[in-house]
């Protein structure tokens, strides 16, 4: 794949479902008695992956493109799979799932890509072995081809990773109050659905805020889920029932609008049907404080999810500091925000933000590399980056690192760059956006 400098960019779009919603609509459907319909749900290889999970523990699922049905076998439902658990690329499935199987009585072995296997798992080991589960990590020279292997049978070589692949065993379960020491809705999620096996009420507090879809949604289902602060409890065994679900645009998708709408003069650009969750919408909050021209419109609910469309109009933008309570709000857009701050007047300081070192990539060193090799200014700290706007880009090769985000970051940073751009992967961007290519080009002037 590769890219030019375009004039700019006018139009409206809808962006793909959001990931974490459509991740768990999969997941609670799976658990709830009845027939989950899905509709806008998300068909990027990650939320691919967690069907396929699924489909291994005995749930019949049918996806027909546009809607996707979860014939849900109740709470104590699943049954013993009898191959690994592939989760591909997704963080998000090999954590929530590890939620749901801490609370079966029958073992099970995840595993994942390349990246998958290293990172980091002990943050859901740790609360859930707290609460009776058993992990054993597996040497991943054992598992050469983890798709269609049988379950682990005793020959691989147990290692303490703390990474995938690695098998849970499951059962009851007590219930703990846990004190998560990161700003995490994967931790937070794994450990409230290991609660929904529990033996009394679940609690977990973050130190800050993380996304609350799940608690929005398992509550849909009829979960006793409450909240209170950053502490949210959940009660066991309750009986989950079937639900409608119509999964609002992800704003993650809409970030690399947002930007492009933004950073390239003459552009506009109006994004229909995104959600706008306070825990998710951050990157306004910043795009708003860089100067950006943005206009949310017929703000509403879908699905128990705030929504709205986003009209984008481009406009000089100035550095910011993005720090603190805000970073788990915008933790997946960092590497666009940086793209702002390239194409911003000033300095952008990203601090608090040591998660990004452990995400699909190591993004820090990805966006430095990046946009180090584009001829931006930029110098990585422990925790973010700063970055020095104004330097005019340059096409550079991109190496992408396999990360969907960092691929589509740099593709609008390309834009707005003189000579070509070019990637060393653009496969990635099937994560979580297959259709990202032809969604910019149908938009350029
Ligand atoms: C997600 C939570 C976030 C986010 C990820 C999706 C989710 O991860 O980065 O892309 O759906 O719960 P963490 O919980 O690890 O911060």
Redesign the pocket.
């Known amino acids: 794949m590769h890219t030019t400098k375009k004039k700019c960019f006018r139009g409206e779009l809808f962006v793909p479902g959001d ?3 459509s ?2 609509g999969i997941m609670f459907g799976a658990i709830s008695k009845g027939t989950t319909e899905i509709t806008n749900f998300l068909q990027g290889a990650d939320c691919l992956s967690t069907i396929s999970c699924f489909q291994k523990l005995g749930i019949p699922i049918e996806n027909t493109g546009p809607k996707v049905f979860v014939h849900g076998k109740g709470l104590h439902g699943l049954s013993a799979p009898s191959q690994v658990l592939y989760a591909g690329n997704s ?2 499935t090999t ?2 799932i590890s939620g749901i199987l801490a609370g079966q009585p029958f073992p099970s072995t995840l595993d994942g890509d390349g990246s998958i296997r290293k990172r980091p798992m002990k ?1 859901i080991f740790t609360p859930l072995s707290e609460m009776g589960t058993r992990f054993q990590c597996w040497d991943p020279h054992s598992f050469q081809d983890a798709r269609s292997q049988a379950v682990v049978n005793g020959a691989f070589s147990p290692v303490d990773s703390g990474c995938a692949p690695f098998t849970i065993q499951g059962g009851s379960l007590k219930h703990i109050h846990y004190h998560s020491p ?8 794994a450990v409230l659905l290991a609660g929904l096996y529990g033996d009394g009420i679940t609690k977990v507090t973050e130190p800050v805020l ?2 609350n ?2 608690e929005l949604m398992l509550a849909g289902f009829g979960a006793d889920i409450r909240t209170e602060g950053t502490t949210v409890s959940i009660s066991p065994d309750p009986v989950l029932e079937a639900q409608s679900l119509h999964v609002p645009g992800d704003i ?1 998708s809409a970030a690399y609008f947002i930007a492009l709408g933004l950073i390239t003069p003459g552009s506009e650009i109006l994004i229909r049907n995104v959600g706008i969750n306070p825990t998710r919408s951050g990157i306004l909050t910043v795009a708003a404080a860089m100067g950006g021209d943005i206009t949310l419109w017929d703000k509403r609910t879908v699905s128990g999810e705030p929504a709205a469309d986003i009209l984008v109009r481009s406009s000089p933008l100035q550095g910011t500091v993005v720090e603190g309570a805000q970073i ?1 709000t915008l ?2 857009e960092i590497p666009i925000i940086a793209i702002m701050a390239a194409f911003a007047e000033g300095t952008t300081t990203i601090k608090d933000a040591q ?1 990004l070192k ?3 990539s190591d993004r820090i060193a990805a966006i430095t590399e990046n946009l180090k090799a584009m001829g931006g200014a930029i110098t990585p700290t422990d925790d973010g980056m700063s970055i020095e706007g104004g330097s005019p880009l340059h096409g550079a090769l991109i190496r992408t690192h396999k990360d969907h985000r960092i691929a589509m970051s740099f593709y609008i940073a390309g834009q707005n760059a003189a000579g070509d751009t070019t990637f060393d992967d653009w496969d990635c961007t099937a994560i979580s956006y297959p259709s990202f290519y032809g969604d910019i080009e149908k938009l350029s002037q």
């Open positions: 990931k974490s919603i991740h768990r963080g998000t954590r929530l943050r990161i700003a995490s809705a994967q931790v937070k999620s993380s996304r879809h799940t993650s788990p933790i997946d998660e452990v995400k699909e």
